[in-house]
């Protein structure tokens, strides 16, 4: 993997992926690690809602290196608080495609509705990897794909590299 890759990161996914295995991401961990073995210069974190409550979040995803996106609510719909990001994600990876200059991207998610995009991507030759949070949100959908094309955060491997130490300051991860 070459020169510039973007990555998309569903944040609710990934939280509640590592947080369901009982671990944390760090978030600087986590940036330096997609810079460093994915040659990630852009890495887009989408979150479902604003609330006034996260703004240590968020602050923490911008400090990391993070481009926090939210997804667009109606003013009614806020305090359902719900977080699908899908469509967004699909949306920004498809416009990247039409507008952008890149070589792969980089999905972080196990959600199986990306499934479409991913094989889009792959056909393009323009996907590196999808990153599941854990084995088990990693969707049935991704079954037929061949290894080169994912990896699992909750690897030993990885998760020690990217895993919050809970002998620093404590930073909560959505």
Same mark, same amino acid.
């Given at each position: 993997?070459?020169?510039?890759?973007?990555?998309?990161? #569903?944040?609710?996914?990934?939280?509640?992926? %590592?947080?369901?295995?009982?671990?944390? !991401?760090?978030?600087?961990?986590?940036?330096?690690? $997609?810079?460093?073995?994915?040659?990630? *210069?852009? @890495?887009?974190?989408?979150?479902?809602?604003?609330?006034?409550?996260?703004?240590?979040?968020?602050?923490?995803?911008?400090?990391?290196?993070?481009?926090? $996106?939210? +997804?667009?609510?109606?003013?009614? *719909?806020? *305090?359902?608080?719900?977080?699908?990001?899908?469509?967004?994600?699909?949306?920004?990876?498809?416009? %990247? $495609? !039409?507008?952008?200059?890149?070589?792969?991207?980089?999905?972080? *998610?196990?959600?199986? #509705?990306?499934?479409?995009?991913?094989?889009?991507?792959?056909?393009?030759?323009?996907?590196?990897?999808?990153?599941?949070?854990?084995?088990?949100? @990693?969707?049935?959908?991704?079954?037929?794909?061949?290894?080169?094309?994912?990896?699992? $955060?909750? @690897?030993?491997?990885?998760?020690?590299? !990217?895993?919050?130490?809970?002998?620093?300051? +404590?930073?909560?991860?959505?």
């Amino acid at each position: 993997m070459k020169g510039k890759n973007i990555a998309f990161i #569903d944040g609710q996914n990934l939280h509640l992926g %590592t947080g369901e295995a009982r671990w944390q !991401i760090d978030l600087n961990k986590f940036r330096i690690y $997609l810079k460093d073995k994915y040659r990630v *210069s852009e @890495a887009y974190y989408f979150l479902g809602y604003v609330s006034e409550e996260q703004q240590e979040l968020y602050s923490s995803l911008q400090k990391a290196g993070f481009i926090v $996106l939210f +997804k667009e609510h109606q003013e009614k *719909s806020t *305090s359902q608080k719900k977080g699908n990001v899908d469509t967004d994600v699909v949306f920004e990876i498809m416009k %990247t $495609l !039409i507008e952008e200059q890149f070589d792969k991207i980089v999905l972080v *998610s196990g959600d199986g #509705d990306y499934k479409k995009v991913v094989d889009y991507l792959i056909k393009k030759k323009k996907f590196a990897k999808i990153l599941f949070p854990n084995r088990k949100f @990693a969707s049935s959908l991704y079954k037929e794909l061949g290894s080169e094309y994912f990896d699992y $955060l909750s @690897a030993r491997s990885v998760k020690n590299k !990217i895993r919050f130490n809970k002998t620093h300051k +404590k930073k909560k991860a959505p």
